[in-house]
């Protein structure tokens, strides 16, 4: 049986977003316990995607902490930059 449209880009997305995942994980500091934790949440995300619309509410509590967690990861990689270029 052909996927439809509808299957082809479901599967789009998620490929999609696994593909950011792994992006994410390549680019963290895996020393850092908050980095750590962000690629765990971005996980979750994609294995709730994987599991279907039974898993949103699943989805929408790694999604709300993994946007908290990059808020602050990127924060403090910003303020370090920032130290870096304002030292003499």
Do not use: C
Not at 35 to 40: G, M
Not at 71 to 84: C, G
């Amino acid at each position: 049986m052909a996927a439809t449209g509808a299957d082809e880009t479901e599967d789009k997305d998620y490929h999609r977003l696994q593909e950011l995942g792994y992006q994410i994980e390549l680019r963290i500091n895996p020393a850092e316990t908050d980095h750590r934790a962000l690629v765990n949440d971005v996980r979750q995300m994609i294995s709730a995607v994987a599991r279907g619309i039974g898993a949103a509410d699943d989805f929408g509590v790694a999604h709300e902490r993994a946007t908290e967690l990059g808020q602050k990861i990127f924060k403090a990689e910003w303020n370090r930059v920032k130290e870096e270029i304002e030292r003499p």
